[in-house]
């Protein structure tokens, strides 16, 4: 038996979890067929997105990344083929890896040969496999072929995964876990972050959602306190219902009551009609109020109301209404402090605070950074019409020390910002662009001081303690074995002095790969981009 064939034949009797099956699959393809990089890519966004499920050889940023199929012409015709499909050198259709390809070389370098095959599940297409190479002529017809020849495999892990998932969500949901209708089973949307602080997150929602209880979302400006909200909703037995969302924070005091509970005819000057309010248009759903300790405190007795009988009562009505509607409230004060203070009323206080989450910032959730750092750098790329984009090194290191006190739409602006000035100062569209970390502009007033006497430090060389700064030369010296390497780990170890298994232990806790991924070749050398 071939013994790629053996290897993966292996995996799939053993008992792995999904990812690390995932991870251990596009392993053992880059080291068979020697190539740069692998990737696993499924269809998501209704079929008009390919999100990455596990890649090898490609820049720590590439799991966040998400690629618009009609951005990408190779992965277009790669899906369209039931075939393998390769791409030689001279092809004129961009490669969606250029400059992300784990590099040997200061420069990032061109994708030169690539092929792929198309994956298919109970009939339906559902991804891809894309290998790449940085070596004219890797993929000959022999290559090819024992693509054709390992795709039912590769099909078959897949297979395997989704069952594996499927099974425990139906083992959660018997135990009262999941909402009915095996909606936690669903996708993740939008979120991006294999931290451990989203993975107890994403687990603690999940934990709530089926209960009827209030939730008291808690977070910092920016870390997405309506994306986990929404969250929250899709998990809960009320997901088919609909999902209002209120700013409590844009609500003028004068027409508060009104756009909360409905209004009847004639209960105010311009009142023509009788009229619903948020309450009644979530009925049967969720009604989600961000910004909860803006309301004002006459509203707030109201809503205690609600929130203990179930009733509403239009402005201008004289009897109440039955409501059937979950609350999940959100608020980036301190609603104790609001107490104290008397601005917010301690029983509303304690009724809305039943469950309360809080949401990590963005500095507390390690490398989520940069997987973050490259959906933007996607989005932006499709927007500008660029090649490719992406983030050197240092701008890399430079987002790592940023202590990010906008949190994630911070991110998401620097990242936008930065793209624009790079074509603003000339960048070609054609070119592989990358983001110095000058361009991306980051407050210095929110970075730690520079000692007594020392010269003022770049932002990517900024650390903030001896920690971090023992960490980043942890990280450059993994990078440069690495890229010494070619990316194998075993190698890089012995360059280092260490053992394999304690260098994988290192890079996990330094953010270089995921968790429970034991071979996990995703680390970017200092000269690749983070994009």
């Known amino acids: 038996m071939n013994p790629v064939h053996a290897l993966l034949l292996a995996d799939l009797a053993a008992d792995l979890p999904v990812a690390v099956r995932s991870q251990r699959l596009v392993e053992t393809l880059r080291l068979h067929f020697r190539c740069g990089a692998v990737a696993l890519l499924r269809l998501d966004g209704e079929g008009e997105l390919l999100r ?6 490609l820049t720590s940023d590439a ?32 490669d969606p890896y250029d400059g992300l390809v784990i590099e040997r070389a200061g420069e990032p370098l061109h994708v030169h040969d690539c092929m792929g095959v198309a994956l298919d599940l109970e009939g339906q297409r559902w991804g891809v496999l894309t290998l790449d190479a940085l070596t004219v002529g890797t993929f000959d017809e022999a290559m ?63 934990v709530v959602a089926d209960s009827e209880l209030p939730v008291l979302l808690l977070g910092e400006t920016g870390v997405g306190k309506e994306l986990f909200a929404h969250r929250l909703h899709r998990l809960s037995r009320r997901a088919r219902g609909p999902m209002v969302h209120v700013n409590c924070a844009a609500l003028p005091e004068s027409l508060a009551e009104s ?36 309301l004002p405190l006459a509203i707030q007795a ?41 601005a917010f009323r301690a029983d509303l206080y304690h009724r809305l605070s039943v469950y309360p989450i809080p949401i990590p910032p963005l500095r507390e959730r390690g490398s989520d950074v940069l997987l973050l750092a490259g959906r933007f750098l996607e989005l932006n790329r499709a927007r500008l019409g660029l090649r490719s984009l992406r983030l050197s ?62 010269a003022p430090l770049a932002p990517a060389a900024v650390a903030g303690s001896l920690r971090r700064q023992v960490e980043a030369c942890q990280r450059q010296a993994i990078h440069e074995a690495l890229a010494a390497h070619q990316g194998h780990w075993a ?28 071979a996990a070749t995703i680390a970017t050398p200092p000269t690749a981009a983070a994009s």
Request: glycine share 10%.
């Open 144 to 206: 090819q072929l024992e693509l054709a020849q390992l795709q039912p495999l590769v099909e078959a892990a897949v297979r395997v995964s989704r069952l594996e998932l499927a099974l425990r969500a139906a083992a959660q949901q018997s135990a009262g876990v999941l909402a009915a209708g095996g909606a936690a089973s669903r996708e993740e949307g939008e979120i991006v972050g294999q931290s451990e602080a989203i993975a107890h997150l994403l687990h603690e929602l999940q």
């Open 63 to 94: 799991l966040g990344r998400r690629f618009a199929i009609k951005e990408h012409p190779r992965l277009a015709a790669i899906l369209q083929r039931r075939e393998v499909t390769c791409f030689h050198h001279d092809s004129g259709l961009p």
């Open 302 to 342: 109201k809503l205690l109301r609600t929130l203990q009988n179930g009733e509403i009562q239009r402005l201008g009505a004289d009897q109440p209404r039955k409501v059937d509607v979950r609350v999940i409230a959100a608020t980036n004060r301190s609603l104790r402090d609001q107490v104290r203070d008397g």
């Open 393 to 454: 090194a240092a701008a890399e290191e430079a987002l790592r020390s940023y202590p990010w006190p906008g949190n994630v739409r911070e991110l998401e602006h620097v990242i936008s910002r930065a793209a624009l000035k790079a074509v603003s100062r000339g960048a070609a569209r054609t070119d592989i662009v990358t983001l110095a970390p000058e361009l991306l502009d980051l407050d210095p007033s929110v970075l730690p001081p520079a000692p007594p006497g020392a």
């Open 259 to 294: 756009e909360l509970f409905g209004h009847v005819r004639g209960a105010f000057s311009g009142a023509v009609g009788d009229r619903p309010g948020r309450f009644e248009a979530a009925e049967g759903g969720t009604l989600f109020l961000d910004e909860v300790g803006e």
């Open 491 to 518: 190698a890089a170890a012995r360059a280092l002095g260490l053992d394999a298994s304690n260098l994988h232990k290192l890079a996990r806790r330094l953010g270089l790969k995921a968790a429970g991924r034991p």
């Open 52 to 57: 990455p499920v596990a890649v090898d050889g």
